[in-house]
Nanobody, 125 residues
Framework: QVQLVESGGGSVLAGGSLKLSCAAS???????MAWFRQVPGKEREGVAS???????VYADYVKDRFTASRDNAKNTLYLEMRSLKPEDTALYYC????????????????????WGQGTQVAVSS
């Protein structure tokens, strides 16, 4: 079992920055970890998926602005967000998927087994 707790959300002006953290309990040494976000009335969308700091997949809409990383010693996943836009406003979730075979999509919510409760990010213009 893996438990995930996000933190670091808040309100910022457009162009600002925030850094989210996701503290994990349980063994995440052989897991993919990811960030997703969701606004009311819309499907949860993938932001970034991290296997290692050398293997990160980003959604096009955050590429070059967001950086996802993990610190295995601290069992923590991070998301550094820069040049924030009002359209980045959402509830941001952390997710985990133990490594296993089969075909799957790294930025699809259905691919992940464990979820945190989310942390809210609000960007105003």
């Amino acid at each position: 079992q893996v438990q995930l707790v996000e933190s670091g959300g808040g309100s910022v002006l457009a162009g600002g920055s925030l850094k989210l953290s996701c503290a994990a309990s349980g063994d995440t040494s052989r897991t993919y970890m990811a960030w997703f976000r969701q606004v009311p009335g819309k499907e949860r969308e993938g932001v970034a998926s991290v296997l290692s700091n050398a293997d990160v997949v980003y959604a096009d809409y955050v590429k070059d602005r967001f950086t996802a990383s993990r610190d295995n010693a601290k069992n923590t996943l991070y998301l550094e967000m820069r040049s924030l836009k009002p359209e980045d406003t959402a509830l941001y979730y952390c997710a985990a998927r133990p490594i296993r075979g089969g075909r799957w999509q790294r930025l699809h919510q259905g691919s992940y087994d464990y979820w945190g409760q989310g942390t809210q990010v609000a960007v105003s213009s």
